[in-house]
């Protein structure tokens, strides 16, 4: 049998998942529309129309997922470093703080001007 | 085993200067005091730029001499690659100058909190308590480093990185205009979603050629022979069952992924709508660097495949070659006959940048090895010309003035309320006689654009034109000059508005342009909407208040064009593009002896 068979098969049964519940809900599902059930889910934002004059918006929203990625960018590259930490040796570790270095400015950016100030 | 790579820091350098003082610049945004922080950045920018340069100009010789590829070809500084670093390098400085410029209204051109939604109260706040936006001069830095990177890579996922470092920065610089808010983060919002499709399309491209050669460098790692897309070509990988279709898929989306970069038809349709957006000092640095190391990087990427192909298999040669020649076509044709409709003088100058992506391709579809030279050359005439020409744009601006009070008879800048820039090609009537000077350094960037002897432009035109015709396509060669001349007449037209047209507001003939006060206005903003594109670029032929549709001003006031002064950097800029447009027309042998010398791409 070909190799890419079973991938055909996953991507098939991933399809027929995908557009299946789709389908289904829209056939079998109740249909009870209220307000909150059109509004667009959405971070808890109105993306659209544009908030014009006075619209606010969280602005801590937007700090949260950054400091996130921050961190989250520091742990995706630190996983495999760590399991080939002996084969990297001293090199490894250097690029490694290098990099921890550099990840570490946007974070002290953000601590100085006050993103973490919400009070 | 793992063995830690050589690095050759020296070839690194201009790289690792200018990256690196963008870090150093975040962290002058977190620990300088507000006030000193403009002139720091300021400062740490220019000398990051002229460092870079500093170690180009050490590295040439050397380079020159012999190639150097750094961690096993992932920076392969090549004399072409090092050529295009140092017009990157020189261009950035030049662009550097114009965002630095605060003009005579003591504003530059960057939004106080580009965060703030336009039009909200925190906005207005944040313009009253004169906040600036010092991060735009790390972003240029990072822009900056990710095109050196950029031409200087023969690795296609450092190049894909490189894309991303020097992409991000341009869309967030982009939504920072000062004025015209809405505008400015539209024309973000567009060049993100279309570059980040554009991106998609060069890593997808990516995968199929390292499915086709199992590596994603074209000339692989000295110490693993026989690994790389070329050592793939020439050992008739090619030939395998169904093998070809993903080089020549894989090698075509990254050609396109590229030539968005480029800005060449049919991947052209955001260029009019960001470059009229964008803060017009980023418009200039964008138009010139980006151009030049999507240009480089493109002209690598087909050179490298070229090498592969034509001795292997010349029917993808022949195809590849027709590609370009077919989007060289397109480009000066939509470039010159849509940029001659065009009524505002930011977009009129996107056009020509189209039709000069297209001229430059002319050159590229010539697949011989002068072209190099030719490319280089034509990229850092076209690039002088443009930040000069967006330095210029600057400085013309739209004033309110109240008459009767007698205002608008003081010196300029001092009276009236300076708005925005005045962009409107009718607009620019009579600046010859406000501004002589201005005026003679904007005609020079022009006719250096059209290719007019005796200036840069020229040089670059014939060089591109040539490389054309000696590879074969002298019909390409000929209908490049044709598109030329056609551009040559959208450049006359603006030329001759700005010297023998009267300016509207002449104060023999005062033009009032009425409009709807509108209450709650904030003073000393004007919220012009262009919705402009083709379409309605053609129908605007009425002038100027066709697109003043929603100008905020009472009715005893009028807008008046000024030409307000520099503090000095921008005339620095401006007087040093037009000395080297006219060095470089009438004076080029040793610049294209430079050049010359950079025409090696193969490590």
């Known amino acids: 049998m070909n190799p890419y068979v079973p991938i055909l098969i996953l991507m098939a049964i991933g399809a027929v998942l995908a557009l299946g519940g789709v389908a289904a809900s829209a056939v079998i599902g109740p249909k009870r529309y209220n307000r909150a059930k059109l509004d667009s889910y959405e971070c808890g934002i109105e993306p659209t129309p544009h908030a014009v004059g006075g619209g606010r918006l969280p602005i801590k929203y937007y700090l949260v997922a950054m400091t996130f990625i921050v961190f989250d960018i520091e742990v995706v590259f630190l996983y495999p470093w760590a399991v080939d930490f002996t084969t990297l040796a001293t090199f490894g570790l250097v690029s ?5 270095a550099l990840i570490t400015v946007p974070f002290v950016y953000e601590w100085r001007r006050g993103g973490f100030d919400w009070v | 085993m793992f063995e830690a790579p050589e690095i050759d820091w020296l070839a690194l350098a201009p790289l690792i200067v200018v990256l690196g003082a ?4 975040v962290l002058v945004e977190a620990f300088v ?9 300021i400062v740490l920018t220019l000398a990051a730029l002229a460092g870079g340069f500093a170690f180009i100009a050490v590295l040439w010789p050397q380079i020159v001499v012999q190639p150097v590829q750094v961690v096993g070809g992932s920076v392969t500084l090549t004399p072409f690659a090092l050529g295009a670093q140092g017009i990157i390098a020189v261009l950035a400085f030049l662009g550097v100058l114009v965002v630095a410029d605060r003009t005579a209204t003591g504003q530059d051109a960057f939004a106080p909190t580009a965060s703030a939604v336009p039009g909200t109260s925190y906005e207005d706040l944040a313009r009253r308590s004169g906040l600036e936006q010092t991060e735009i001069y790390p972003l240029l830095l990072f822009a900056a480093g ?7 890579t023969d690795d296609l996922i450092v190049m894909f990185i490189a894309l991303e470092v020097l992409s991000l920065p341009l869309y967030v610089l982009c ?11 539209e024309a973000a919002a567009k060049y993100f979603l279309l570059g980040a499709f554009a991106s998609a399309l060069f890593i997808f491209g990516v995968a199929l050629i390292y499915g086709f050669a199992g590596s994603v460098r074209f000339f692989g790692d000295p110490s693993r022979p026989g690994v790389g897309v070329l050592p793939a070509i020439q050992s008739g990988a090619a030939q395998g069952e169904g093998m070809s279709v993903l080089l020549v898929a894989g090698v075509l989306l990254v050609v396109v992924g590229l030539l968005f970069k480029v800005g060449a038809v049919p991947f052209h349709a955001w260029t009019p709508d960001v470059y009229t957006g964008a803060p017009t000092p980023i418009t200039g640095f964008m138009a010139a660097c980006t151009k030049v190391a999507a240009v480089a990087a493109l002209v690598q990427v087909l050179y490298r495949v070229a090498i592969g192909v034509q001795t292997v298999d010349p029917e993808i040669m022949r195809q590849l070659q027709m590609v370009i020649v077919v989007v060289a076509v397109l480009t000066m044709a939509v470039g010159t006959i849509v940029g001659s409709v065009q009524t505002d003088v930011k977009r009129l100058l996107a056009y020509s940048s189209i039709a000069h992506a297209g001229f430059l391709l002319v050159g590229v579809a010539g697949f011989n090895s002068q072209v190099q030279a030719s490319t280089l050359f034509y990229l850092l005439a076209y690039g002088i010309a443009t930040i000069g020409a967006f330095g210029v744009v600057t400085l013309v601006r739209e004033r309110r003035v109240t008459p009767g009070s007698g205002e608008h008879n003081g010196p300029v800048g001092d009276d009236g309320v300076v708005l925005g820039e005045a962009t409107e090609i009718a607009q620019w009537a009579g600046l010859g006689r406000k501004a002589p000077w201005l005026t003679a350094a904007f005609a020079l960037f022009l006719l250096s654009m059209a290719g007019i002897p005796l200036t840069a432009g020229f040089i670059a035109k014939f060089g591109a034109f040539t490389g054309a015709a000696s590879g074969g396509l002298w019909w390409l060669a000929v209908l490049g000059v044709l598109a030329s ?3 040559v007449a959208f450049y006359l037209r603006l030329l001759v508005v700005m010297v023998f047209q009267r300016a509207q507001d002449d104060p023999a003939e005062p033009l009032v342009k009425l409009a709807e006060t509108t209450p709650g206005a904030a003073p000393g903003e004007a919220e012009v909407s262009t919705s402009g594109d083709v379409s309605t670029g053609a ?24 030409v307000v002064r520099s503090r000095g950097p921008a005339a620095v800029a401006i007087a040093v593009c037009a000395v080297a447009t006219v ?3 009438v004076f080029p042998s040793p610049v294209l002896a430079l050049v010359e010398q950079a025409s090696k791409f193969v490590p």
């Open chain 2, 583 to 585: 060095i470089l027309g």
């Open chain 2, 539 to 562: 129908t605007a032929g009425a002038g100027a208040t066709a697109t003043l549709t929603t100008v905020q001003v009472t009715t005893a006031q009028r807008i008046e064009v000024t």
């Open chain 2, 22 to 25: 963008g870090v150093v610049g």
């Open chain 2, 33 to 41: 005091p507000a006030r000193a922080r403009r002139m720091t950045q």
């Open chain 1, 96 to 100: 490694m703080l290098v990099f921890l």
């Open chain 2, 485 to 487: 001349v056609v551009a």
């Open chain 2, 146 to 152: 990710g095109m050196m990177l950029f031409a200087s």
């Open chain 2, 175 to 185: 939504a920072t205009a000062r004025r015209r808010r809405l505008l400015s983060q």
